[in-house]
C-alpha cells in the first residue's frame, strides 16, 4: 500500500510548530474527511482537555457552561440539541455541574415539569476566568494555518457542517450492542 509522510505544512506556510516524527499515512486515508476529521478531533481534544485540567472540567462541561452563558434558561431538551448529543448525557452532564455548584436547574414558570438551566455565581465566574485560555487554545488549534486560511478554514468547516445537518444525530453511525445472549448464540 502507497504511504506518504506528511509535514502539515502546506504553501511553504511554517506557522505552526511540529513535534516528532510524521505518522506514515496510506495516501488513500490521507485524502478521505473522514479520517481527517476523526484526527482533528483527537488533536482539538488534546489541546482542549489539557487547557481545562485546572478547572477539572471535560470538553463537553466547557460546551455546556458556553451554552448556558450564551443561552441562559435552555431547557436540557434545547441543550442536548444544541451540543448535538443525546438527552441522557446532556442530563447526566447538568447532573455533574449541578453537584460542583456551576449550573442551576429552576422551574419553567410556563411549563413546570420543565427545568431552565444557568449558570450559577460560580458556574458565571469559570466562564469569565477560562474564556481567555479558550481562545488561546483555539488559536492554537489553528497555528499550522497562515491568519487568512483560518478564518477560510472555519467558514469551511461550518458550511460543510450545516451542509449535511441532517446526518448530525447524535449515536449515528454507531454499531449497535449485542445482547449477551446474541453474542454467546454466534459462538
Not at 474564556?131 to 486560511?149: F, K, M, S, Y
Not at 454507531?174 to 445482547?179: D, E, H
Request: charged share 25%; proline share 6%.
Amino acid at each position: 500500500m502507497d504511504t506518504v509522510q506528511r509535514s502539515g505544512r502546506s504553501r511553504g506556510h511554517t506557522a505552526g510548530k511540529s513535534t516528532g516524527p510524521k505518522p506514515a499515512v496510506p495516501l488513500v486515508l490521507y485524502r478521505a474527511p473522514g479520517y481527517l476529521a476523526r484526527r482533528f478531533q483527537q488533536i482539538c481534544a488534546t489541546i482542549i482537555g489539557e487547557s481545562l485540567a485546572k478547572e477539572g472540567l471535560t470538553q463537553l462541561q466547557w460546551a455546556v457552561i458556553a451554552c448556558l452563558d450564551d443561552l441562559p434558561g435552555i431547557d436540557q431538551r434545547r441543550l442536548a440539541e444544541a451540543l448535538g448529543i443525546v438527552p441522557v448525557n446532556a442530563g447526566q452532564l447538568v447532573d455533574q455541574l449541578q453537584a460542583m455548584g456551576i449550573v442551576e436547574r429552576r422551574l419553567n414558570g410556563a411549563d413546570r415539569r420543565a427545568r431552565e438551566l444557568r449558570l450559577s455565581p460560580k458556574g458565571a465566574n469559570i466562564r469569565r476566568r477560562g474564556q481567555p485560555a479558550n481562545t488561546v487554545t483555539n488559536r492554537r488549534i489553528l497555528a499550522p494555518l497562515a491568519p487568512d486560511e483560518r478564518e477560510l478554514f472555519i467558514d469551511l468547516l461550518v458550511r460543510l457542517i450545516e451542509g449535511n445537518a441532517a446526518f448530525a444525530r447524535p449515536g449515528a453511525g454507531r454499531r449497535k450492542r449485542r445482547s449477551p445472549q446474541a453474542a454467546s448464540n454466534k459462538k
